[in-house]
Each structure stands twice: as C-alpha cells, then as structure tokens.
Nanobody, 120 residues
Framework: QVQLVESGGGLVQPGGSLRLSCVAS????????MGWYRQAPEKERELIAS???????KYAGSVEARFTISRDNAKNAITLQMNDLKPEDTAVYYC??????????????WGQGTQVTVSS
C-alpha cells in the first residue's frame, strides 16, 4: 500500500507565495511520474505540474513561469513552489503518483488534498 501525504497549503494574499510538499510512503519498488493537480469549486480536477523520475517537467499554461515543481527521489518527495499567486489559483491541491509495487503492479494513489486560498 502506498500513501501520499501533502502539506503546506493555507491562506495567502494575491502576489504571495506558498510551497506545497508531498511525500510517498509504504512498500513499493519505484515511483514513476509524480504531479500536482488542483480542483476549484464546481470545476474539474486539472493537472498543473508533473515531473518524471529523471526530472523532466511539464506545466499547465495557467501556472507556467509562476509555479516550479521539483523532486527528491531519495526522499520519495515532490514540492510545488507557487509564486505570484492569484485568486484564480484558489483550489484544493492534490499530489498524485504512478507507483510500481514490489509485485510489479502499477498503482496511482492520490493524496488527501490541501487547501490553497488566495484572497485579500
């Protein structure tokens, strides 16, 4: 079983910054891609940033140049540095990973979500 635990959400004023973290724990062989999704009220969950084990990154156009995803393979962790936050960034942010288990199955767990609110 694999668990993803996020931390770092909160309330911030427009133009401010927040840093989200996600750590994977449990029994597994390897972690492939990891990423951050977000879901605003009455909207679908969307992928905003992803990173491969080799460090290749992709971003949604709405966050590129403001958000930075990074990864520490030794700690099975990713972070999302969010700068110049805007009210439209308000959402619940979820960590996601593609995980290879010790029995060679691929799981796709989700974190519990962390609320980010951007408001003055």
């Amino acid at each position: 079983q694999v668990q993803l635990v996020e931390s770092g959400g909160g309330l911030v004023q427009p133009g401010g910054s927040l840093r989200l973290s996600c750590v994977a724990s449990g029994s597994f062989s390897s972690i492939y891609a990891m990423g951050w999704y977000r879901q605003a009220p009455e909207k679908e969950r969307e992928l905003i940033a992803s990173i491969t084990r080799e460090g290749h990154t992709k971003y949604a156009g709405s966050v590129e140049a403001r958000f930075t995803i990074s990864r520490d393979n030794a700690k099975n962790a990713i972070t999302l540095q969010m700068n110049d936050l805007k009210p439209e960034d308000t959402a619940v942010y979820y960590c996601h990973a593609d995980v290879l288990t010790e029995t060679m199955n691929v799981l796709s767990p989700w974190g519990q979500g962390t609320q980010v609110t951007v408001s003055s």
